[in-house]
């Protein structure tokens, strides 16, 4: 009797565990996928930037205020040309590691060219660090959603 109800509980406890990894697939979107360069993993690659403090420490309060108002507004341009899919600051660290950029561009010289008009780094009170990036080619769709959420603008 104990083996019987042992190997009930082995039975539902199979079928249970088979049934959660059975979710349903969403439809596969080709007109999507090529709207956003996906590979066949639903993946690109981007560029990662990685900002970190830069040479540049002597500039006044005022001076650098300038220079991040131009930072930002370069960010809300690369956006409008659908360059830049996410964007933030980091918190306090030991590598001086300021904040993150991932470009839409599989191409260093596209990025670097982009990061040029960027008046922070121009000045040299950021400096950029570029790596080839692997992720989801749907990463800039939640652009759209962002605004819906932000209550404040920098």
Not at 7 to 28: E, G, H, R, W
Not at 63 to 73: N, Q, R, Y
Not at 110 to 120: G, R, T, V, Y
Request: charged share 25%; aromatic share 8%.
């Amino acid at each position: 009797m104990k083996k019987l109800l042992l190997a009930i509980c082995l039975s539902a406890a199979t079928l249970a565990v088979a049934a959660q990894d059975k979710k349903a697939k969403v439809p596969y979107d080709e007109a999507l996928a090529k709207k956003l360069g996906a590979d066949d993993y639903g993946m690109k690659m981007y560029i990662m930037v990685i900002l970190k403090s830069g040479t540049n420490t002597t500039e006044t309060k005022a001076k650098t205020d300038s220079l991040f108002a131009g930072h930002m507004a370069n960010m809300d341009k690369m956006v409008a040309l659908n360059k830049l899919v996410v964007a933030g600051p980091m918190g306090k660290n030991d590598k001086n590691y300021r904040g993150i950029f991932i470009l839409n561009t599989k191409s260093m010289d596209e990025a670097k060219q982009l990061l040029e008009n960027d008046p922070a780094i121009k000045a040299k009170v950021l400096e950029p660090e570029l790596y080839n990036w692997y992720g989801s080619a749907a990463l800039s769709e939640y652009l759209p959603f962002h605004d819906k959420v932000q209550k404040k603008s920098f």
